[in-house]
């Protein structure tokens, strides 16, 4: 059962995080930004972001193929450089230790992201982090019909 609505309790701050999502989805690719936002809330377990975000993907023209290889992304052949490095660091930011970002995640990003890009990328990764936290802690739950 669902605990409370943040977007009722604290309409400001829910508006603040969808200023932060309206900024990622201008500003980083669809399909990566999807794939990113699908990793992180497996990582995080918000079944209802995983549910949101894999419809969307679907209605974006990602293959299911693609979508159920999230889980396994470093087994799976289905996924280029950018998209790679994206997903690591997806998982690294998402399970920050008190190490952080590993020099070699964060360099094999580099490598092939643009220094904005990369910002945007962090900024996106973070913005579902706040997500999936709120969804988790909320106990979202996804429609019983999609």
Request: glycine share 4%.
């Amino acid at each position: 059962m669902q605990r409370m609505n943040p977007a009722e309790v604290a309409p400001q701050a829910y508006k603040a995080v969808m200023g932060l999502e309206k900024y990622v989805q201008t500003n980083v690719d669809r399909t990566v930004l999807e794939l990113v936002k699908l990793r992180a809330s497996m990582i995080n377990g918000c079944a209802y972001c995983v549910d949101m975000h894999s419809r969307d993907a679907l209605a974006g023209g990602e293959s299911s193929q693609r979508l159920f290889a999230v889980s396994t992304w470093r087994e799976a052949p289905f996924f280029d450089e950018r998209e790679r490095a994206a997903l690591a660091l997806t998982d690294a930011v998402t399970r920050l230790g008190e190490h952080g970002v590993p020099d070699d995640v964060w360099n094999d990003a580099a490598k092939v992201w643009s220094e904005k890009e990369l910002a945007d990328l962090v900024i996106a990764i973070a913005t579902i982090n706040v997500w999936n936290r709120i969804g988790v802690t909320m106990r979202l739950e996804p429609p019983a019909q999609a």
